[in-house]
């Protein structure tokens, strides 16, 4: 926003208001959450998935801005953004077991003394 406001200090007569702003986070790639998906989506397809950053585009955001590690696995985006998107009913109860086991493991993990 400030670099816009930059270049509209040329143009008084343009007014400018911020209506939303989203400003970019992240979680750390090394936290254990990491390694229990990665873990739990090996087991169930033989495939590691690498810890990558990606667009903005899901709501992690909102729980990373309330202080609460989010981590976003899904599907395969082969057939993603684009007329009669899909997703296989294989890979749909893939991504639905690694997600209840790895809550079940990190649950686990964090209620053990």
């Known amino acids: 926003m400030t670099e816009i406001r930059r270049v509209l200090a040329d143009y008084p007569e ?3 208001e911020e ?3 989203n ?28 810890p990558i950053i990606s667009l903005g585009g899901t709501d992690a955001r909102l729980w990373r801005y309330a202080g609460v590690p989010a ?15 899909f997703v296989t009913v294989d890979d749909l109860f893939h991504v639905l077991t690694v997600h209840a086991t790895s809550a079940w493991d990190y649950l686990r993990l964090s209620s053990d003394p």
């Open 14 to 16: 343009v007014k400018v």
């Open 23 to 50: 400003p970019p986070n992240f979680c750390d790639p090394d936290h254990e959450m990491v390694g229990i998906l990665q873990r739990n989506a090996n087991l169930t397809s033989g495939v590691t998935p690498p």
């Open 19 to 21: 209506l939303n702003a």
């Open 71 to 85: 981590y976003v696995y899904g599907p395969s985006p082969s057939s993603m953004g684009r007329p009669d998107e």
